[in-house]
């Protein structure tokens, strides 16, 4: 499995990017698809994720700002992220979950800096 995740970058405050991500490797249809943000000194959180049949999830701080969406027939997970907050400062990472034992792939991760 390959996860190539592109679209980082630096922006102003009330700014947007389109994070993607591009899993190679196997059929994804049975996968959820999703991201990850990690912010210096702290852990690893959720952002978003998506099911094969399309159900989302999201994190309180991004519902509303954040869209995640995917192309199963290019095995592509997207992440829209709108009004962008110096707080959104992370490195996002692409993760791909197996559905009937729950093993997780990770990309190598995308810098995304918001500046006030």
């Known amino acids: 499995v390959q996860l190539v995740e592109s679209g980082g970058g630096l922006v102003q405050a009330g700014g947007s990017l389109r994070l993607s991500c591009a899993a190679s490797g196997r059929d994804f249809?049975?996968?959820t698809m999703g991201w990850y943000c990690q912010?210096?000194?702290k852990q690893r959180e959720l952002v978003a994720s998506i099911t094969g049949g399309g159900r989302t999830n999201y994190a309180d701080s991004v519902k509303g700002r954040f869209?995640?969406?995917r192309d199963n027939a290019k095995n592509t997970v997207f992440l829209q992220m709108?009004?962008?907050k110096p707080e959104d400062t992370?490195?996002?990472y692409c993760v791909v979950t197996r559905d009937y034992d729950g093993m997780n792939y990770w990309g190598?991760?995308?810098l995304v800096t918001v500046s006030s």
């Open 67 to 69: 869209t995640i969406s």
């Open 108 to 110: 190598k991760g995308t």
């Open 29 to 31: 249809s049975m996968y």
């Open 39 to 41: 912010a210096p000194g």
């Open 90 to 92: 992370a490195v996002y």
């Open 82 to 84: 709108n009004s962008l």
